[in-house]
């Protein structure tokens, strides 16, 4: 069992920035894919960054350049920095494990973490 804490949320004004972060509970860490999804009022969820256990990283087009993904396995924590925030970037933001195992892959989700954009 893996078990997704995120914190880091909050309202910022247009062009500020924020660091999300990520932590997980377990030993399965850092064998763990994670990614950071979001979804707003009455859109669909969106895949917003991942990182895999070998620190390969990806990004949606339209974070790529602003958002930055990373980990630190000794702290079992994912991070996401966010710049040049956008009110289109206004969301609940969750945390994402997929842990692969004997019997196929595990899917873990945190409760979320709500980032507002607004002047």
């Known amino acids: 069992q893996v078990q997704l804490v995120e914190s880091g949320g909050g309202l910022v004004q247009p062009g500020g920035s924020l660091r999300l972060s990520c932590v997980a509970s377990g030993s399965s860490f850092s064998i763990a894919t994670i990614r950071w999804y979001r979804q707003a009022p009455g859109k669909q969820r969106e895949l917003v960054a991942g990182i895999t256990a070998g620190g390969s990283s990806g990004y949606g087009d339209s974070v790529k350049g602003r958002f930055t993904i990373s980990r630190d396995n000794a702290k079992n924590t994912v991070y996401l920095q966010m710049i040049s925030l956008k009110p289109e970037d206004t969301a609940v933001y969750y945390c994402?494990?997929?842990?692969?195992?004997?019997?196929?892959?595990?899917?873990?989700w945190g409760q979320g973490t709500q980032v507002t954009v607004s002047s």
């Open positions: 994402n494990a997929i842990v692969p195992g004997t019997q196929g892959e595990s899917d873990y």
